[in-house]
Structure formats: structure tokens, C-alpha cells
């Protein structure tokens, strides 16, 4: 049985998973004092971890003796370095104390794997789409995956939160606007779905400055239209992702998909991935947003590292390749 951590940016996690991929427990804390600020503070969100983690971890342990423990994972990165370190120092303390082996997992096949827990195997086409990471992966077994295509600037995430900002919504912005969107003609305003970007990367940066100008072009008549610029916006969203899909199933001999990430939980985009024609996996959301047991799924694949060769283990702010 694995316990796990997550910290990478400003949600304290921690999760108990069987080695058959059961989950015992996921604990999320999320850290609402962001929210004033439109986005998340590294140095807050690092202070809340430490203030958190213990709690966290607590409850996510209730109901589960730590003598069925046979390691300890944790998000080693990519994400926020200073929340990232109290999650690493944490598991390093856990595992020590016991002299469990502890798993370093990276939190980008974390997102892969959370398609394990719901019995989704390999081989498969993974899309992961957050706040901080967007990339298309084929993904053949249960330990890493090739990358296919990627963001050149903003992921699909921070540009639902940007969008949401310039229209004056909450944080995070996701979920405010495609509420709005739900009153709204996605067809009532044409945004750049970059369409012609080679291969299967994605960019998002023109349509932010798109919306930016169509809000300042409208002036005053802004306000009024927020519904229609927020379904327009969340549509072009939806079809940049899923236009790089199309092209990447076309080219596999046995075509399914998986997708991961907070972005995973939006309706429109599970809508248009249903409406592909092949088999298509997504997470309950649960596991979509940042989460110990997609970290604990990744793990069970992995090679643990004995007491005390982790005792040095450092975290890492930017992405490695799986």
C-alpha cells in the first residue's frame, strides 16, 4: 500500500492507494486565500502547505494502520519549487522514520496515470490540459509516455483563467466562465483557434490578445455580451485542443483516448471528445484536478528508492521528460 503527496502548486494533497490501484482515501485541501488575487501566490501557497500537510495526511491515513505501508510517494515535480519541497521533505521525513522506500513521481504522468485508477490500460492517446501544463501524449505502458505535441506559451488552463480575468470573472476562472458560457452563443464571436501551427503543438497566447481586443473594441457593450464572448472563448478553447487530437488519432492503428488534467472537468470539452468516434477515458473529476492518488497510480509502476539513498532528494521546478 502506497501513501502519496502532492504539492506542486496550491493544493495540499495526500492519498492511500493499494498496489491493486484501490483508492483508500484522497484528501484535497485547497488553499482559497488566493482567490483575491486572481491566481496563486508561490510564497503563501508554500506557507499553507507547511501549515496543512500534517492534517492532510492524517486524514487521509485514518482507516489504514501505517504497518500496511510499503512505500511513500510524492510529486517530485514539475511546479511551484517552494510547495514542491514541503511535500518532498515530508515524504523524505515519513519514509525515513519508518525506513520505507520512497517514489519520486513526476506530477505530468501523475495526470496520465489517474486514467490507471479507472481500469483504462495502455496503449492510448493522453491529453492533458491544466493550469500550468498542456500536452498530447502516446502513452504504451504504464511507466511514461512519448510526447506528442505540447503548448509554445499559455496552457489551455491559464487561458480559462486570463479569459475569465479580462471578463471580470472569479478565480479560478474555469469553472466562472464556462458557467457564463452556458448562457452564451458559442458561435456569436469567431476567436483564432490557432489552426494553422504545425504538427500537434498548441498555442493560446493569440486568442487571449483576441479576446483582450474584442473587449476593448466593444467598450461600454462589453458587459452586456459577456455570456456570448465567454461561449465564444471557451469554444475556441475546446476546438484548438481538440482540432491536435483529431490529427494525432488519425494517425494511430488503434485509436483511444484519455484525458487528464482540471481542464478534463470541463462539459464542453468532454462533450466534444465523446463525439470523436473511439473509445474515450476521462477521470471522474476527482482525479483531474491535482491530486495524491494519481500520484500513488504513477507510482505503483515506478522503482522506489531504499532508505537512506533518498535522504539528498531534491524537487524540481521544470518539466523533465517521464
Not at 8 to 22: F, I, L, Y
Not at 68 to 88: F, H, K, N, R, S
Not at 164 to 191: H, I, M, N, V, W
Request: contains cysteine; hydrophobic residues 45%.
Amino acid at each position: 500500500m502506497i501513501l502519496a503527496l502532492e504539492t506542486s502548486c496550491d493544493d495540499t494533497c495526500a492519498a492511500v492507494v493499494t498496489r491493486e490501484g484501490e483508492i483508500r482515501s484522497n484528501v484535497v485541501s485547497s488553499q482559497g486565500v488566493h482567490a483575491r488575487f486572481g491566481g496563486v501566490v508561490p510564497e503563501w501557497a508554500s506557507r499553507h502547505h507547511l501549515e496543512l500537510v500534517n492534517l492532510v495526511v492524517d486524514q487521509a491515513m485514518e482507516g489504514s494502520s501505517w504497518d500496511e505501508l510499503d512505500a511513500i510517494a510524492v510529486t517530485q515535480g514539475p511546479g511551484l519549487v517552494g510547495a514542491l519541497l514541503v511535500g518532498v521533505a515530508t515524504a523524505k521525513g515519513l519514509a525515513a522514520s519508518r525506513r520505507l522506500p520512497l517514489i519520486p513521481v513526476n506530477h505530468l504522468q501523475g495526470h496520465v496515470a489517474a486514467n490507471f485508477l479507472g481500469g483504462f490500460e495502455p496503449p492510448f492517446l493522453c491529453l492533458v490540459a491544466s493550469g500550468g501544463h498542456t500536452f498530447l501524449a502516446r502513452v504504451t505502458d504504464h511507466r511514461g509516455y512519448e510526447t506528442l505535441g505540447q503548448t509554445l506559451d499559455d496552457a489551455a488552463g491559464e487561458a480559462f483563467d486570463k479569459g475569465a480575468r479580462l471578463l471580470g470573472l472569479g478565480y479560478p476562472g474555469g469553472p466562472a466562465l464556462s458557467k457564463l458560457a452556458l448562457e452564451g452563443d458559442p458561435t456569436a464571436f469567431k476567436f483564432p483557434i490557432a489552426a494553422r501551427v504545425a504538427g500537434l503543438d498548441f498555442s493560446f497566447a493569440g486568442l487571449k490578445t483576441a479576446l483582450l481586443y474584442k473587449v476593448r473594441d466593444l467598450g461600454d457593450e462589453a458587459e452586456g455580451l459577456k455570456a456570448d464572448l465567454a461561449a465564444s472563448y471557451e469554444h475556441a478553447i475546446v476546438e484548438a485542443l481538440m482540432l491536435r487530437v483529431e490529427r494525432a488519432l488519425e494517425g494511430e492503428n488503434e485509436p483511444r483516448l484519455a484525458i487528464g488534467g482540471g481542464v478534463a472537468a470541463n462539459r464542453l470539452l468532454r462533450e466534444r471528445a465523446q463525439s470523436l468516434g473511439v473509445p474515450v477515458h476521462v477521470p471522474p473529476h476527482a482525479l483531474c484536478t491535482d491530486n495524491a492518488a494519481m500520484i500513488a497510480s504513477a507510482a505503483r509502476y515506478l522503482e522506489p528508492t531504499p532508505y537512506p539513498d533518498y535522504l539528498a532528494l531534491d524537487a524540481y521546478a521544470t518539466k523533465r521528460a517521464a
